[in-house]
């Protein structure tokens, strides 16, 4: 109310703004206010409340949208319409201040060295530097395996073949392990000798015979030390009396008639010393000629690799080879025989289906003997993970095969950072991989500790 006041004391000393109101169409139509003078001149028309509430006053559209036309209208009793304009005005100004300064945020995303600065170089998060080492690199070949124990070349257990007449008296049990010139079984009470050999017993034998059977029967007697080399000569095929004397000092400490010969069927021929894997032959049961009463392999610890056949070039006789066992040790080895039959995944042994997918699944069986059986203790056709070190190349130029960048012309190149920072492509020459760390050997523009490029893994 004081405020309406003050506005009407300005009017009253300011009398020519009257005119103008006479050119607003709503004051034309309004005659009490066009024709009364006294107007100017009664403080209390201030405050008639019509004046102050004129609704349609407050609400003129064309008082709103024409502010610079009659800037004098401020004192007008239209006070209300004039306080609509002053905030129109703040408002347009405050719409520019936000338009600068959403122009001055664009100028700074857009140009953020505006001060005449460089951009850092960028950084990339993803690669990372090693040195170029000189050394000894050898290529390795890692597979998994099963450890177990020796058997004939293609892979199955020894076969013991019976040849005497009877009935089971004695067995070994599954696991035993039986000596050359000790008992295999009995037969009637009778022992089996297991004497070792390649050749298989087929015959009685008696002085006067000759041949590989014979030969055989020799050295054992002398390995065993019923005669001495002196006496026996252990490459002699022949059956004489000196074979015979050594013969009867066997059959004498086993409670045998000390003849001097061998019947078929009292000895046994096998690569021993030899571990029984299975019992076939039951106590009690006939032995008959040409019956089986077990299978047996050799003592010695060995680890089978089915190896991909792509891969038997790179593996040779020979080749050392570390074994980790189940229990996480590690013993070592070397590969006693390669396999010469590939077989596939399917189990179909040296097919050929002229498939690609049968070609890249099939395996060869690399054999490797333990250099310290007692470590593998008793265990059997246990897993175990194998390395086997085929080749090596000492002061060797080395850096992971991660480094290497196929160039589009061929061949492959490295990226070296100088000293100064800068980057270059260094074509190289590969060698030597180590598929077991990733390594591979180079030749080219390079020094031992150059620094190289590689992802970040």
Known sequence: MSTRITETNLDASQPEPEPELATEPELATEPELATEPELATEPELATEPELATEPELATEPELATEPEAEPELAPSPAGAGTSRRKRRRRSLFGGAVLVVAAAGVVTYVVDPFDHGGTPPAPVNNSTSLV???????????????????????????????????????????????????????????????????????????????????????????????????????????????????????????????????????????????????????????????????????????????????????????????????????TTTGRVSRIGTVASSSSGDSGSDSGSGSSSSSATVPIYITLSHPKDAGRLDQAPVQVQITTAGVKHALIVPVTALIGQSGGGYAVERVTAAGEHELVPVTLGLFDDADGLVQVTGDLAAGDRLVVPTI
């Open 131 to 329: 040195d170029v080492r000189q050394g000894t690199l050898s290529s390795q070949i890692n597979q998994s395996g099963t450890l177990s124990y020796a058997t004939q070349a293609d892979g199955s257990p020894y076969s013991v073949i019976n040849q005497a007449s009877g009935i089971y008296t004695w067995l070994p049990s599954e696991g035993s392990q039986v000596r050359c010139g000790h008992p295999l079984y009995r037969v009637n009470g009778d022992p089996v000798l297991l004497l070792c050999g390649k050749s298989p017993v087929y015959r009685a034998i008696r002085k006067g015979d000759s041949g590989t059977d014979v030969k055989q029967l020799n050295r054992n007697l002398v390995d065993l030390g019923y005669a001495t080399s002196s006496q026996l000569d252990t490459s002699s095929k022949d059956y004489n009396w000196e074979t015979s004397d050594a013969v009867k000092k066997l059959q004498g400490k086993y409670g045998l008639d000390e003849t001097g010969s061998l019947k078929l069927g009292d000895v046994v021929f096998l690569p021993g010393p030899l571990r029984i894997s299975k019992l076939t032959g039951k106590l009690g049961t006939q032995a008959g000629p040409g019956s089986e009463p077990m299978t047996a392999t050799a003592r010695d610890r060995q680890v089978t690799v089915d190896l991909s056949a792509s891969q038997q070039s790179d593996v040779k006789v020979g080749d050392t080879a570390q074994i980790t066992l189940p229990n996480n040790q």
